[in-house]
């Protein structure tokens, strides 16, 4: 196996994983990188180059003896305010001798893959582990599409007391992730299907059944993105609705608060005139003017209540 991290190139002589072949893995090349890369292995530039795109599609291209599954695989950003996933195209570069994975970024997958591969080189074909792969990429999808749907619990219970804008827009991120899921999904699920019929890919019963059962998760992954993001947009309609009801409340009860104090206050500035009132010279005015105050307040609140305004 040979690896490139984020930073100078670095290669790590492994043992292959299966008899006659040699996984390789690629991770955020740069030009030089990619030219030696390509002629020590005999890869085609234009395939390590079109994996790097980052508006890569998914597909399958062939050229010569070699074969380019271009797929995607959902990304998360810790920590950043953007979007909590986003997408991130990966390619499994097939020639006579080897498996080359390209990536702009590394994925805990990769490292998996390998290891599930070291524990099993003897037991299935190439296809099989390729199909493996794929598989994985999907159940990612899966965990992703249950990440960002708990976040989105958790951003409703925040709503339900809210009369702010800042939780709509963490649930416009979230919804961008699952549009991202679902388009990605998609092209999955076309690769997916085109390797169905390329007879290259066709080895064994394992093999055809295992990329089955990535089909069938591939488009469960995809249902769920699509039905999570349809709740998502009509979570967002309701408790839009929902926050301008609360700033109306808000509204209602300040009002409300502004009318009761105001008769305290208006005794208070009534006696305080520097002209004849009565009682001025009771020396218990003060207390009967306060009882009076809380009168008048209480029944003020005993009426509004009644009458279901708080």
Not at 79 to 102: D, K, N, R, W
Request: proline share 5%; aromatic share 10%; hydrophobic share 45%.
């Amino acid at each position: 196996m040979f690896k490139t991290e984020q930073s100078p190139l670095c290669l790590q002589d492994q043992q292959p994983i299966t008899a006659n072949t040699l996984w390789l893995k690629l991770i955020n090349p740069n030009p030089a990188e990619i030219s030696d890369f390509a002629e020590k292995y005999d890869i085609p530039r234009e395939f390590i180059e079109a994996v790097l795109d980052p508006h890569a599609i998914a597909r399958i291209q062939q050229q010569q003896n070699t074969t380019l599954i271009l797929s995607h695989l959902p990304l998360e950003h810790l920590g950043e305010t953007h979007s909590a996933f986003s997408t991130q195209a990966f390619g499994l570069i097939i020639g006579p001798q080897y498996v080359l994975m390209v990536c702009a970024n590394e994925h805990i997958i990769f490292d998996r893959m390998l290891q599930h591969h070291l524990t099993e080189q003897n037991q299935y074909p190439l296809s099989y582990f390729i199909f493996r792969l794929l598989e994985l990429v999907a159940d990612q999808f899966i965990y992703a599409t249950k990440v960002v749907n708990q976040r989105v619990v958790e951003v409703e219970e925040e709503l339900k007391k809210s009369i702010k804008n800042k939780q709509i827009f963490t649930l416009l991120k979230h919804s961008k992730s699952l549009n991202r899921f679902t388009n990605a999904l998609k092209g999955n699920s076309k690769v997916l299907t085109a390797l169905h019929t390329q007879p290259r890919f066709a080895s064994s019963e394992a093999a055809d059944y295992l990329l089955l059962n990535v089909m069938v998760e591939t488009e469960q992954a995809s249902a769920m993105a699509e039905i999570h993001n349809i709740n998502l947009c009509n979570l967002m309609d309701a408790y839009s609705a929902a926050i301008e009801n609360n700033l109306s409340l808000l509204v209602q009860y300040l009002s409300i608060y502004v009318i009761v104090g105001a008769i305290p206050l208006g005794i208070a500035s009534l006696f305080g005139m520097n002209t004849p009132l009565p009682m001025q010279e009771n020396p218990y005015a003060l207390v009967y003017l306060a009882l009076i105050s809380v009168v008048i307040t209480t029944l003020m609140i005993f009426y509004f209540k009644k009458r279901q305004i708080i």
